[in-house]
């Protein structure tokens, strides 16, 4: 709570686990943002305030696993500050949750997403069915595949509540076997809550349950 455009209190915080854990989620990883000049909150705040969250939700749902991620956008400079800082790793891992805005190109993505590759980490491109160049021509994202990046899409494009192109964009990319993450994006309990568990249950009923089990295991 109260380091992004998220939840602002710890009681929104908690409303959204509550709707995670309805959902069936039993491990998450909370992933705020970092981007220059937008969100620039300090580790040591998100850490606090992401234990206090922790604390409060063990004794509601002591089954329940968190894990401290980030949502890291993009930048010139983002090889340096990921190899300084594993804090803005996902759980101070290889593993990067990448983030473009919707103003690059496709030689801006190919070229962030390689520098990552070649200094060692594994890009998980977040939401990429947001990114022109990447839904208007699939074959940029199994280009970003080859390279060796994973591909993450949320929920609730592929239920189709951000719209019929993203849907149609996402299950193509389901068919090809191209998606390996699908998250909720939570952000609130309104406009963008967590669809995790249904869009579960509609990956199993419409691709099987392997490609359900590649996704969500």
């Not at 909370?30 to 922790?54: A, G, I, Q």
């Not at 594994?122 to 990429?128: D, E, F, K, Y």
């Amino acid at each position: 709570p109260g380091v992004d455009d998220g939840a602002k209190t710890l009681s929104e915080s908690m409303d959204i686990l509550r709707d995670e854990h309805a959902q069936g989620v039993e491990n998450i990883i909370l992933t705020p943002h970092f981007r220059m000049n937008m969100f620039e909150t300090s580790r040591d705040v998100v850490e606090k305030n992401y234990r206090d969250l922790v604390d409060m939700a063990k004794k509601e749902y002591p089954g329940m696993k968190f894990y401290l991620g980030c949502e890291f956008h993009s930048n010139l400079d983002m090889t340096d500050m990921l190899r300084a800082d594993p804090r803005y790793r996902m759980c101070g891992t290889r593993y990067i949750l990448l983030e473009f805005s919707s103003a690059h190109d496709t030689g801006y993505i190919r070229n962030r997403t390689y520098a990552l590759i070649s200094s060692g980490f594994t890009p998980v491109i977040a939401h990429c069915e947001r990114y022109r160049p990447v839904y208007r021509h699939i074959d940029f994202a199994e280009e970003l595949c080859d390279m060796g990046a994973m591909l993450q899409i949320n929920a609730n494009s592929v239920l189709g509540m951000d719209g019929f192109g993203m849907k149609m964009f996402c299950r193509k990319m389901l068919k090809k076997g191209l998606v390996s993450f699908i998250g909720s994006d939570a952000h609130n309990t309104s406009d963008r809550s967590t669809h995790i568990g249904e869009c579960a249950d509609f990956v199993e009923k419409k691709y099987g349950s392997h490609t359900a089990r590649k996704i969500y295991d």
